[in-house]
């Protein structure tokens, strides 16, 4: 079975609010979770990562949780932007081996006006 | 720079044909990885090469076949497949892999595979 999950494949929110989109992961042995951004036609691009001895990791209007307790991993856009419309990502490393990925199915954001 | 670049972008065979993806990057990187994307689905890992050894084959069947020329380049050669194997082709690299420390991949923007 899938090791990653998300909760919600369509998450729309309007133009400047912020959006959270969420992720479950069921391996207890991962230790490692990454958050992509794919835009239609496009390569996932990373965004941010974070690794199990953190609960919380910031970058540029993103921000990272990671809530080992519970097995879950949310990702936060703050001023949520028309060009932040794409299906995002998150994935671990439950695969074993050689750091390949799993990835959860994708929440496509999609921005009001 | 985070570039990885991959050859051609789209690619129409039979399932007679022979043809083979292309992958590049020149971050420095020491793990390289394919993936197979199908529509509306995430990215599932095929191959991983650590410092020009495949080190993972995610029982993937012998009608691909990867290579790894160099640290910077990476092939996928492709035999005799089929209409299902049609999907978006993926490349990624990164620092290193099977170290004990794991580092983001960066992704290439991918070869669309149509098989006829």
């Known amino acids: ?113 | 720079d985070t570039e990885v670049t991959q050859t051609p972008k789209h690619l129409v065979m039979g399932m007679t044909n022979k043809k083979s993806l292309k992958c590049e990057q020149h971050m420095g990187h020491r793990a390289m990885y394919w993936y197979k994307q199908k529509a509306k689905k995430p990215p599932e890992l095929m191959f991983v090469y650590s410092y020009e050894k495949l080190s993972i084959n995610e029982s993937v069947p012998s009608r691909f076949s990867p290579e790894c020329p160099n640290s910077s380049l990476l092939n996928l050669h492709l035999h005799a497949l089929q209409p299902e194997d049609s999907a978006l082709y993926l490349c990624a690299s990164s620092r290193a892999a099977g170290t004990g420390v794991i580092y983001e991949q960066y992704f290439g923007p991918g070869t669309r595979l149509t098989v006829t």
């Open chain 1, 1 to 113: 079975g899938e090791s990653v999950g998300l909760h919600l494949p369509t998450l729309s929110v309007q133009e400047g609010d912020n959006s959270i989109i969420n992720c479950a992961y069921s391996n207890s042995a991962s230790d490692y979770f990454i958050w992509y951004k794919q835009e239609s036609g496009k390569g996932p691009q990373f965004i941010i990562d974070i690794r199990s001895n953190m609960d919380k990791r910031q970058g540029q209007r993103v921000t990272v949780l990671l809530n080992k307790t519970v097995k879950h991993l949310s990702l936060q856009i703050a001023a949520t932007q028309p060009g932040d419309s794409a299906v995002y990502f998150c994935a671990d490393n439950s695969g074993g081996g050689a750091d390949g990925l799993t990835f959860g199915k994708g929440t496509h954001l999609i921005i009001q006006p």
